[in-house]
């Protein structure tokens, strides 16, 4: 792929080991997201998910290996991609005493987003925020606490978007709304989404590829329909049992 077109990622032998003598969280995992797709990040506790995401955000530096994103290699020019990158987890709170609004104002300007001011008056209308954009991120629920942080993932309209758990502990409807959303965004921009999830039902959704982890590795790849031919099972789930119980595909087909 040439220069002036770059994979999303390029993710080459990356290695995160946080102790001497210990087991790496991330073990010499290699991918490469194309531009214009989302991918599934998937595996168990433990498996080296949000260690992966915190180095290819540049907030962990890794002990081997390299991260490009957007065509810029994290370990020397990350500031360049990070303005077209965004990140969103429900484990990450806003701080909670800024209303919504000032929450949102504080991002737009370090992402350095021209004429702010509209891009947000453009997000409180599109993620329907008017009625709470004035209270403090302390004091909302579980699902507008969701859209705030949706909303501030995408207030630079990243290039690159990571998202750990977008979903977690929401109700049906507000799940759906958060992937319509996740959905109508990709299409619209193009922007690529590394999506770590353990709903399985979302990342076949949304995800046309998607790689296991297991131990910090990719123990397996591939699409939702080719993973579920390959084992043999009705849904991605099943699928996800087999790997992380270690059953080989012959004793899943069986």
């Not at 990450?92 to 021209?114: F, K, M, Q, S």
């Not at 990709?186 to 046309?208: D, F, P, T």
Request: contains cysteine; charged residues 20%.
């Amino acid at each position: 792929m040439g220069a002036m077109n770059p994979p999303a990622l390029l993710v080459e032998a990356l290695t995160k080991t946080y102790a001497a003598g210990t087991a790496p969280a991330v073990d010499g995992l290699t991918f490469t997201l194309p531009m214009g797709q989302t991918w599934g990040l998937l595996g168990g506790n433990g498996a080296g998910k949000s260690t992966t995401i915190a180095m290819l955000l540049g907030l962990l530096v890794p002990t081997s290996g390299r991260v490009v994103a957007l065509g810029h290699d994290m370990a020397r020019d990350r500031f360049a991609a990070l303005a077209r990158m965004n990140f969103s987890s429900p484990y990450i709170a806003l701080p909670h005493r800024l209303t919504v609004t000032e929450n949102l104002r504080v991002y737009a300007d370090l992402y350095g987003v021209p004429d702010a001011k509209r891009r947000i008056a453009d997000l409180v209308e599109q993620f329907a925020l008017g009625d709470f954009a004035t209270r403090p991120a302390g004091q909302l629920s579980a699902g507008q606490k969701t859209r705030v942080a949706l909303a501030k993932a995408l207030v630079n309209q990243p290039a690159l978007l990571l998202l750990d758990e977008p979903t977690a502990s929401l109700d049906p409807d507000t799940g759906d709304w958060v992937r319509t959303t996740l959905e109508a965004y990709a299409a619209q921009s193009g922007a690529s989404i590394l999506l770590a999830s353990h709903n399985m039902a979302e990342v076949e959704r949304l995800c046309s590829n998607v790689l296991m982890l297991k131990g910090g590795r990719v123990v397996d790849e591939g699409s939702p329909a080719a993973l579920l031919e390959k084992y043999g099972r009705d849904d991605l789930e099943e699928v996800f049992l087999d790997i992380a119980r270690g059953r080989a595909r012959a004793e899943a087909v069986a």
